[in-house]
């Protein structure tokens, strides 16, 4: 158990609907990331928030957004699904935002099906 | 982040060592080599990092060449549990910054 949970575990849905993936950081951190796997695509970084604020972007879809809150919990947001958002998504957390000490840890994802 | 090459596939005997290969020859001296792992679809599990030194903890070692363009990670005593993809991953600031770029690592296959 990495400590990050994320919720919910598994989800189906409609082509463009709109959904919400939560997480929970591992006690402590500050940095949270999220990642898309598809089964073409391998794992993809998405965004990453510090403490609040957007730190990086990745190849994160502009029908995608995030946020993190002020208890650090983070959520991203799916909208105007398509069938090829169908992936794993997955979220990490990490203590700070870079540094010699930082590792990220991974939480076991949520599963989207748009169908 | 640096360009890591790893094998496709590998097989071992239970109960044998594993030993996992990496090449990183473009890495900066201030990239970290991580290691992590992903059993079925669960989520990445981290096992290991190290810049320069050899590193060891309880669940594998870490081998870093000199001129560290190369790696080893060992899994000391394999067991059937520790099939999975394993990722090896050259990254600035602890793996902090941008997140990490996974490539496609190597599907360890355990043997009975």
């Known amino acids: 158990d990495s400590g990050v949970t994320q919720t919910p575990k598994h989800l189906i849905t409609a082509t463009g609907q709109r959904v919400t993936l939560r997480c929970s950081p591992r006690?402590?951190?500050?940095?949270v990331y999220w990642y898309q796997q598809s089964l073409d695509q391998g794992l993809q970084f998405l965004i990453q928030?510090?403490?609040?604020?957007?730190?990086a972007k990745g190849n994160i879809l502009e029908r995608f957004s995030a946020q993190q809150f002020p208890d650090l919990h983070s959520e991203l947001n799916l909208s105007s699904l398509e069938l090829g958002d169908s992936a794993l998504y997955f979220c990490?957390?990490?203590?700070?935002?870079?540094?010699?000490?930082?590792?990220?840890?991974f939480g076991e994802g949520s599963w989207l099906t748009v169908v | 982040d640096a360009k890591t090459t790893q094998p496709p596939s590998m097989d071992c005997a239970e109960g044998r060592a594993a030993n996992l290969p990496c090449n990183h020859s473009?890495?900066?001296?201030?990239?970290?080599v991580y290691w992590y792992r992903q059993i079925h679809s669960q989520g990445p599990q981290y096992i290991i990092h190290g810049l320069k030194n050899n590193e060891t903890n309880e669940m594998a070692s870490l081998i870093i060449t000199e001129d560290r363009k190369s790696s080893t990670l060992i899994l000391p005593h394999a067991t059937l549990r520790d099939t999975a993809v394993y990722y090896c991953i050259a990254a600035y600031s602890g793996g902090g910054a941008d997140g990490l770029t996974f490539g496609k690592g190597t599907h360890l296959i355990i043997q009975p």
């Open positions: 928030y510090y403490n609040g604020e957007e730190r």
């Open positions: 006690s402590g951190d500050l940095s």
């Open positions: 473009t890495i900066s001296g201030n990239e970290y």
């Open positions: 990490a957390s990490s203590p700070l935002t870079g540094g010699s000490g930082n590792t990220i840890y």
